[in-house]
């Protein structure tokens, strides 16, 4: 991709921002309303198909690419990444690890968005420790049978698609060789029991699924073998952390600049807050955070595009820019005084989205732990 096309398509996600997204963010974050109206421009602008190889009906963008895409739709609306960006990691499995068939079947309704979902994997027992999930699935002729609970699934209640991580052998040792991913798609024994209630990322559903006596066809394996299923889920996650990175770059821009427009307007003794040094540290440090959290998404981003090895990049931003947009959010909401703590301003906003960035694809106490196995693996005494 050249520099032309990646103008193009961030300045036509750039007004649709402005001209759909910024006018009617706070109204339907306030009301937890799903963004019908915008997913339709979503789908217009191939935002379901980011990713996804162009041959399969997708733009086929590289990770730098996609992740500007991503900081510059989390800077108006964070929520609005999260209706896409489970639904590429799905897409990605099977790009990456699916049949010839699966990828023919599947990539093109995923990028067109004509199917939509996300990833299964937490359950009320294991997140971290994801090769602890009690989800089962039993051979049953040409078929599988499925049973068990998953909870906390990104466009659970609006998706139709999930790729679900299962166990097809418990007993597996080590346990990783036990799990499976299936493409599950709604149907009989396949249900939604409840939307989960947030603190932020309103709009988008989260949701727990239940699975009884789910019957899906063995060809949705994904890859056809059993066993990958850990390493295929987790194969994601790379980009998955990129992306959360992404909006922590969003979110940290966000509070960022709120704070700089309001700083100048503002008075207090006499003159406009900007002029006070205790506010001057708060946005010097905020700017610091932004700069260094881009920078580290970029890197990754290049690793990841260069086929190279990047757990190590993409956790590094990932920790970084998540913390980063936290710290930014609570500054933002602090040189707002009173106001902050308002829902007139989107500061309040920030400060309650920012903390799922800390937790998702891998909490940031993982990521730490990520980074520092990497460093000795790679240099060893
Ligand atoms: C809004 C939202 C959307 C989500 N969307 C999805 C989705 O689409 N699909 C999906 O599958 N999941 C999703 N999740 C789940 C998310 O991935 C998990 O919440 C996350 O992985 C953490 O798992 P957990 O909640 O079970 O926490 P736990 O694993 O129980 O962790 C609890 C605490 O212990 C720490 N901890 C755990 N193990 C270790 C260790 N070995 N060393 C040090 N510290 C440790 C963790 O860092 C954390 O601080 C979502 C969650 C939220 C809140």
Not at 121 to 144: F, M, N
Not at 232 to 239: C, I, K, P, Q, R
Request: glycine share 10%.
């Amino acid at each position: 991709m050249n520099i032309a096309e990646e103008t193009q398509i961030l300045d036509a996600i750039g007004k649709w921002l402005e001209r759909d997204v910024r006018p009617k963010a706070r109204e339907l974050e306030k009301k937890d309303e799903y963004p019908d109206a915008m997913v339709e421009t979503m789908k217009q602008l191939g935002l379901f198909g980011a990713t996804i190889p162009q041959e399969y009906g997708g733009l086929g963008l590289p990770a730098s690419t996609y992740a500007k895409v991503v900081a510059r739709i989390s800077e108006v609306w964070m929520s609005l990444t999260g209706i896409f960006n489970s639904h590429l990691i799905m897409a990605a499995a099977v790009a990456r690890f699916g049949t010839e068939a699966q990828k023919k079947a599947f990539l093109p309704k995923f990028a067109s968005g004509e199917v939509r979902g996300g990833l299964a994997l937490t359950e009320p027992d294991c997140g971290t420790d994801l090769q602890a999930i009690r989800t089962r699935a039993v051979r049953d002729g040409d078929h599988y049978v499925i049973n068990g609970t998953k909870t906390w699934i990104s466009n659970g209640i609006k998706g139709s698609c999930f790729a679900l991580l299962v166990k097809t052998d418990p007993n597996a040792k080590p346990r990783h060789q036990g799990m499976s991913l299936f493409l599950a798609e709604k149907g009989p024994g396949f249900r939604v029991s409840k939307k989960l209630e947030k603190l932020g990322y309103k709009g988008i559903d989260s949701a727990e699924l239940i699975f009884e006596d789910y019957r899906v066809p063995a060809d949705r394996l994904i890859g056809g073998v059993e066993g990958k299923g850990f390493h295929h889920a987790v194969g994601g996650l790379e980009l998955g952390r990129i992306n959360v990175a992404a909006r922590g770059v969003g979110v940290a821009n966000a509070a960022l600049k709120d704070a700089v427009a309001y700083a100048q307007v503002r008075k207090t003794f006499g003159k406009p807050i900007c002029e006070h040094q205790a506010i001057q540290l708060k946005l010097g440090e905020m700017a610091t955070r932004c700069e260094a959290a881009r920078l580290l998404v970029e890197s990754a981003a290049r690793a990841y595009d260069a086929g190279e090895r990047c757990d190590m990049e993409a956790g590094m931003a990932k920790y970084f820019a998540s913390e980063a947009a936290l710290e930014n959010s609570i500054e933002a909401v602090r040189i707002h005084g009173g106001y902050g703590y308002s829902t007139e301003f989107n500061v309040e906003r920030y400060y309650r989205d920012a903390p799922l960035m800390c937790i998702g694809e891998g909490t940031n106490e993982m990521q730490r732990i990520i980074i520092a196995k990497q460093l000795i693996a790679r240099n060893p005494a």
